[in-house]
């Protein structure tokens, strides 16, 4: 099973920036489809954005033109660009692989108003 790690998350100010990271292991990231989720308080887990294999990507209206989905197959990792951030991005953002159905433990994003 494969496993991920996210990394990158932090405290930003509304209109700023953050990259996150995935990490995955083993041999085969290349052929998997990754993606994002998010988990705001009180709230249930929803899709961000994903990228398949061929590197086509699929945004939530809610991101579109603000968020970048990227990967980098010779590093096993993804990268999700965020940018004009809101406070309502504040969210614990999850790694996912649909292929294998492999959850990362999260990372914190906030935007403060």
């Known amino acids: 099973q494969v496993q991920l790690v996210e990394s990158g998350g932090g405290l930003v100010q509304a209109g700023g920036s953050l990259r996150l990271s995935c990490a995955a292991s083993?041999?085969?990231?290349?052929?998997?489809?990754v993606g994002w989720f998010r988990q705001a308080p009180g709230k249930q887990r929803e899709l961000v954005a994903f990228?398949?294999?061929?590197?086509?990507?699929n945004y939530a209206d809610s991101v579109k033109g603000r968020f970048t989905l990227s990967r980098d197959n010779a590093k096993n990792t993804m990268y999700l660009q965020m940018n004009s951030l809101k406070p309502e991005d504040t969210a614990v953002y999850y790694c996912?692989?649909?292929?294998?159905?492999?959850w990362g433990q999260g990372t914190q994003v906030t935007v403060s108003s």
């Open positions: 083993g041999p085969t990231f290349s052929s998997y489809t």
């Open positions: 990228i398949t294999s061929y590197g086509s990507t």
């Open positions: 996912h692989s649909r292929s294998t159905n492999s």
